[in-house]
């Protein structure tokens, strides 16, 4: 598992709280992501950082913000969730072995929104 | 719009048949180009990843095979495992860049 932990794993909430999901990675990996999962759609990325407070926009980054203030812990928030945010959401770190960077994924944390 | 179309949706195939699942691109930029495989309550996991320079890549009983003119590329499972019964993603990259399209996925069956 790249020594990368999420936490909740499962949260359920009401339509316009705000949301925290934290991603902890054990092993001083620079580049972290923040994925959703739904189905029909594979995974697509949210946010990524490549280092501490350095982060950029991926492909579905609207109602999503993100923090790093340590190279440990990237923080995904929803401002004011939705019942579009319902996913399941995944954080990946990235290490470069063999020539290639390989992304490695957490265990996901399954967020509803009601 | 999704920038990697992957085929089929999901696949049952018999004990020690091969399994063969398909994607394709439109982005020729892409050079890096995985597979991930996903249990039920798991993250996905890489399982062999290819770059365009080379037409195949074996690790054990999973291939890949890449046909760069026709910006398509595939998975074999040969010998195939009910513990191979997962749901795969094939992705593609830039390798300078951090972004990575996924396909939608397919769920493979392995009937014992």
């Known amino acids: 598992d790249a020594g990368i932990t999420q936490s909740p794993r499962h949260k359920v909430t009401e339509t316009g709280t705000p949301v925290t999901l934290r991603c902890h990675q054990t092993?001083?990996?620079?580049?972290m992501y923040w994925y959703r999962q739904d189905p029909g759609h594979g995974l697509r990325l949210i946010h990524y950082s490549y280092g501490v407070k350095d982060t950029d926009k991926g492909e579905v980054s609207d109602g999503y913000s993100v923090s790093r203030s340590k190279t440990e812990d990237f923080l995904l928030t929803l401002e004011s969730a939705t019942s579009s945010q319902t996913s399941v959401y995944f954080c990946a770190i990235r290490t470069h072995r063999g020539g290639e960077n390989e992304q490695f994924f957490g265990p996901g944390t399954r967020l509803t929104v009601l | 719009q999704q920038q990697v179309k992957q085929s089929p949706q999901s696949l049952i195939v018999q004990k020690g048949g091969i399994s063969i699942i398909n994607c394709a691109y439109e982005n020729t930029a892409f050079d890096y180009f995985p597979w991930y495989q996903q249990f039920p309550g798991k993250g996905p996991a890489l399982l062999i990843a290819i770059r365009p320079d080379v037409s195949e890549k074996k690790e054990g009983r999973f291939t890949i095979s890449f046909n760069k003119s026709a910006k398509q590329f595939s998975l074999h499972i040969m010998d195939s495992q009910p513990g191979d019964s997962a749901t795969y993603f094939c992705a593609a990259s830039i390798r300078v860049n951090n972004d990575m399209r996924f396909g939608a996925g397919t769920r493979l069956t392995v009937k014992p």
């Open positions: 092993e001083n990996h620079r580049y």
